[in-house]
């Protein structure tokens, strides 16, 4: 009896083992089917934030977050569109899918045909190329380089996705002769000689149009000072219409001058080194329930000599509760530069960038005031930590324009 019971524990123990091997076979061969295991193979692309119905796309643009699907995707070195490298994070790629973000600016005209409509897929283990539409999208507009220019000036038309353009328009006239960037970022353009009353500039590709919300050659709407038809500078700064010393100019301007200003000083009253007008109205009362980011601070401003240290601050009733600031020599990085212009150009200040401790007003009521009317000053600081030793820039057209 006791033997039979042995010889039955041996054989419920072969065949425990047995059972573990089996097991941890079809482990070790789920594992290495999980993996990647070759080269990779793509089958589709989709939305990476599934739309209502099938989220299966057939044709993309640029600048687009979609995911790839497919087997062996793992192990990704690099991911082109049309030759142009996309961003991942492999950490994020299963075997069957990898999530990349489009690269927002592919140079369509530059493309080589054979890379034209393709996805490149490069892993650690292989690669493959996937044909599929990529589009470019409708063109969008960022800004003018200077939407007060006279006729004959040249003008950049900035933005993304202007390739295979139709047709530009500017302030109502058709443009001849424009030339866009390779890389579809912006348009270079003189301004035709019939400009005489405001308009958008509007760009048309054979993806889409794009339009202006704002007028370009407009000196009247929303304008707060520009010397001439509308006047409102009470004291401050020289004031010049001289076009030898800031040559397209728009009549007169006024100039902002600072000589040996020590770091740390901020007595922007003294030697000329402030624009300030009398009462005006910044947005009309029956806007001032709109919301802040709709509106924007504009002038148009020449600067010949490096500027590379000091700040405009712009300020409503010199209140500096809430205030802006303008450095364009500073870095993106917070490096110092130096900074000077070809000519005028425009400058926008979201009135969102009217800052109070930090932070921006919550209303353009709090920012403005019940009645949104009072004086501007544009200021010249030096909030710097060295000194300003010779600044001098041309400021004109000063205005609130609803950007959006």
């Given at each position: 009896?006791?033997?039979?019971?042995?010889?039955?524990?041996?054989?419920?123990?072969?065949?425990?083992?047995?059972?573990?091997?089996?097991?941890?076979?079809?482990?070790?061969?789920?594992?290495?089917?999980?993996?990647?295991s070759g080269p990779p193979v793509i089958t589709g692309v989709r939305n990476y934030v599934p739309s209502p119905g099938d989220s299966l796309l057939t044709r993309v643009g640029t600048?687009?977050?979609?995911?790839?699907?497919?087997?062996?995707?793992?192990?990704?070195?690099?991911?082109?569109?049309?030759g142009v490298k996309g961003s991942f994070n492999?950490?994020?790629?299963?075997?069957?899918?990898?999530?990349?973000?489009?690269?927002?600016?592919?140079?369509?005209?530059?493309?080589?045909?054979?890379?034209?409509?393709?996805?490149?897929?490069?892993?650690?283990?292989?690669e493959t190329t996937f044909s599929f539409p990529i589009v470019a999208p409708a063109p969008t507009i960022s800004e003018i380089s200077n939407e007060s220019?006279?006729?004959?000036?040249?003008?950049?038309?900035?933005?993304?996705?202007?390739?295979?353009?139709q047709r530009v328009s500017y302030a109502g006239v058709e443009v001849t002769g424009f030339k866009g960037a390779n890389d579809g970022t912006a348009i270079s353009m003189a301004v035709p000689a019939s400009v005489s009353t405001p308009g958008p500039v509007i760009v048309t590709t054979k993806s889409g149009t794009a339009t202006t919300f704002y007028n370009v050659h407009d000196f009247t709407t929303?304008?707060?000072?520009?010397?001439?038809?509308?006047?409102?500078?009470?004291?401050?700064?020289?004031?010049s219409n001289s076009a030898v010393n800031f040559p397209g100019n728009n009549g007169n301007y006024g100039i902002l001058k600072a000589t040996n200003i020590p770091a740390g000083n901020g007595s922007w009253w003294e030697g000329g080194r402030s624009i300030n007008t009398n009462a005006v109205q910044w947005v009309p009362t029956a806007n001032l329930q709109d919301t802040l980011n709709k509106y924007s601070l504009k002038f148009e401003i020449a600067v010949k000599k490096p500027w590379t240290d000091g700040s405009i601050q712009i300020v409503k009733d010199y209140t500096f509760t809430y205030s802006a600031f303008y450095r364009p020599w500073k870095n993106a990085n917070g490096s110092n530069g130096s900074f000077k212009t070809n000519g005028w150009q425009t400058v926008t200040v979201p009135l969102s960038n009217f800052l109070k401790n930090g932070l921006p007003s919550p209303t353009l009521t709090e920012l403005l005031g019940s009645t949104g009317n009072g004086a501007i000053n544009v200021t010249f600081t030096n909030d710097g930590s060295t000194v300003v030793t010779d600044f001098e820039a041309a400021i004109d057209n000063i205005r609130i324009v609803k950007t959006r």
């Open positions: 009896m006791k033997n039979l019971l042995n010889r039955a524990n041996s054989h419920l123990l072969l065949i425990l083992v047995a059972i573990i091997f089996f097991a941890v076979q079809g482990c070790k061969k789920d594992a290495s089917s999980s993996s990647s600048g687009k977050w979609v995911v790839i699907t497919g087997s062996n995707l793992k192990g990704a070195l690099q991911i082109y569109f049309n492999d950490a994020w790629f299963s075997d069957t899918s990898a999530i990349v973000l489009m690269p927002a600016v592919i140079p369509f005209p530059l493309v080589e045909p054979s890379q034209l409509n393709t996805i490149r897929f490069v892993t650690t283990k292989g220019a006279n006729p004959g000036d040249s003008v950049t038309i900035k933005g993304l996705n202007f390739f295979f353009i929303g304008v707060l000072n520009n010397y001439d038809g509308i006047n409102t500078f009470s004291w401050g700064s020289d004031v």
